[in-house]
């Protein structure tokens, strides 16, 4: 399975031009229209939408997940639990699996056209208002910046773990012990992850704090306004759509 989660699509696009502020408050303005109106018209355009996006993005095939059976297995029992209360109920459950896929594929759209380092950056700007109510906006934007940059690492550490595992002889006692792969991986994954984390913090601690965030940081520009526009023009004529026809 060739999943690419949390990097950037090598690629030349307007959507990969795009400062990452502005992607991360379009895809708020999706959240929040879906939030408040998730008909299925709504849905419709929204979907449409983010198709054209990943076109304009000149995204590969490729770079979509292929989600193993038991994803859409899972999809499908919730969807028949649902029968015995009537057709009402599977509806509205369609609509939400809908919305969780829409506001996933927001997600992937961001990190795919945008390099990770250029999130966190984002954020502090964003939230350069709050600072003036003492809000700790830098900081909680480092803590994002070392999440996304942690989160690939784990990701590494949990396959090695894995492959550790199936080399494992699969006789004795302790094999019969912790024959339960998940908890196995789960555990080992969270004791690596904090002896990383303790030590990240002493080295961070060691270099007199967090420093700065990037040495070039980056800033909204016209095609930055053109697209903010654009979502918000979408957003706009979606939500009239639903309510005159609610």
């Not at 994002?144 to 590494?156: K, N, S």
Request: contains cysteine; hydrophobic residues 55%; proline residues 7%.
């Amino acid at each position: 399975m060739s999943t690419v989660l949390f990097r950037q699509v090598p690629v030349a696009s307007p959507v990969h031009s795009l400062w990452a502020g502005t992607k991360m408050i379009g895809a708020f303005l999706i959240s929040l229209l879906l939030m408040f109106l998730p008909t299925w018209p709504v849905l419709g355009i929204m979907i449409a939408f983010l198709v054209l996006i990943g076109l304009l993005a000149r995204l590969p095939l490729g770079t979509l997940p292929r989600l193993p059976w038991w994803f859409w297995a899972l999809l499908v029992a919730g969807g028949l639990i649902n029968v015995p209360v009537g057709g009402h109920a599977v509806l509205r459950y369609a609509q939400v699996v809908v919305f969780g896929l829409i506001m996933v594929a927001a997600s992937l759209l961001v990190a795919w056209t945008t390099p990770m380092s250029d999130i966190a950056p984002a954020l502090a700007r964003l939230g350069a208002p709050l600072r003036k109510i003492r809000v700790p906006v830098d900081e909680w934007a480092v803590v994002v910046a070392l999440t996304l940059r942690g989160l690939p690492l784990l990701m590494d550490e949990i396959r090695v773990l894995r492959a550790a595992r199936k080399l494992r002889p699969k006789d004795g006692v302790l094999y019969l012990a912790t024959e339960n792969a998940l908890i196995d991986i789960l555990t080992a994954a969270m004791a690596v992850s904090t002896r990383r984390a303790g030590e990240l913090g002493e080295a961070i601690t060691a270099r007199g704090g967090t420093g700065e965030l990037t040495a070039h940081p980056g800033a909204p520009g016209r095609r930055d306004a053109v697209a903010l526009i654009v979502v918000t023009v979408v957003c706009a004529g979606s939500y009239a759509m639903g309510m005159s026809l609610t």
